[in-house]
């Protein structure tokens, strides 16, 4: 089993900057991808950002040149650094882990949430 634990959020005003952190903890023998995604209230949950186990990264259009990712293999962790920060990025965000479990028959890979951790942008 692995866990993932995110810390962050809070409240800020419109233009502020947060910095999100996530960190996996349990069995892990490694990690594929790593992102955030956030779900505002009525919302369907949206990809934010992720990043390869390799750094190759991926932002919405929505946050790109406002929002970087980045990880560190070696303890598991991803980050989610939000700058410029607009009231329409007001949601609860939740960092996930994509690992393989390796079996006879080949890798499987499981999705892995955190709890999820709310940002509120005020105008």
């Known amino acids: 089993q692995v866990q993932l634990v995110e810390s962050g959020g809070g409240l800020v005003q419109a233009g502020g900057s947060l910095r999100l952190s996530c960190a996996a903890s349990?069995?892990?023998?490694?990690?594929?991808?790593m992102g955030w995604y956030r779900q505002a209230p009525g919302e369907q949950r949206e990809l934010v950002a992720s990043?390869?186990?390799?750094?190759?990264?991926n932002l919405a259009d929505s946050v790109e040149g406002r929002f970087t990712i980045s990880r560190d293999n070696a303890k598991n962790t991803v980050s989610l650094q939000m700058n410029s920060l607009k009231p329409e990025d007001t949601a609860v965000y939740y960092c996930?882990?994509?690992?393989?479990?390796?079996?006879?028959?080949?890798?499987?890979?499981?999705?892995?949430w955190g709890q999820g951790t709310q940002v509120t942008v005020s105008s």
């Open positions: 990043i390869s186990r390799f750094g190759i990264t």
């Open positions: 996930n882990a994509k690992v393989p479990e390796y079996r006879v028959s080949g890798p499987v890979e499981y999705d892995y």
């Open positions: 349990g069995i892990i023998f490694r990690i594929n991808g």
